[in-house]
Nanobody, 126 residues
Framework: QVQLVESGGGSVPPGGSLRLSCKASGLPSNTYTVNWFRQAPGKEREFVAGRRRSGTSEVYATSVKGRFTVSRDSAENAVYLQMNDLIPEDTAVYYC???????????????????WGRGTQVTVSS
């Protein structure tokens, strides 16, 4: 049974920081890559950050570049999202998702991911 479990969300003022965690278990092979998406109220789910596969560079959405950083711990099957300088527009439910065979043109498409976590709420408000 595949499980992706996000944690670390919360409510912070603008300029604050949060570190999200995603723990993966039960993935059918090590060819899956876990990346981050988010969905704000009334908006479509959007890619935040991630990579195509092991050994490739992390890619960031323009809106978070320079503020968010992905890190990975293969021994723990964990992926982290460090979010700094948060702004109200970052308010969303953040999801981690696992997909494989990702390429440059599909990396940011939610339809290419097979497994999803339940999400963790991030609220940025003064």
């Amino acid at each position: 049974q595949v499980q992706l479990v996000e944690s670390g969300g919360g409510s912070v003022p603008p300029g604050g920081s949060l570190r999200l965690s995603c723990k993966a278990s039960g993935l059918p092979s090590n060819t899956y890559t876990v990346n981050w998406f988010r969905q704000a109220p009334g908006k479509e789910r959007e890619f935040v950050a991630g990579r195509r596969r092991s050994g490739t560079s992390e890619v960031y959405a323009t809106s978070v570049k320079g503020r968010f950083t992905v890190s990975r711990d293969s021994a723990e099957n964990a992926v982290y999202l460090q979010m700094n300088d948060l702004i109200p527009e970052d308010t969303a439910v953040y999801y981690c998702a696992a997909g494989r065979g990702l390429i440059v043109t599909s990396l940011q498409l939610s339809s290419q991911y097979n497994y999803w976590g339940r999400g963790t709420q991030v609220t940025v408000s003064s």
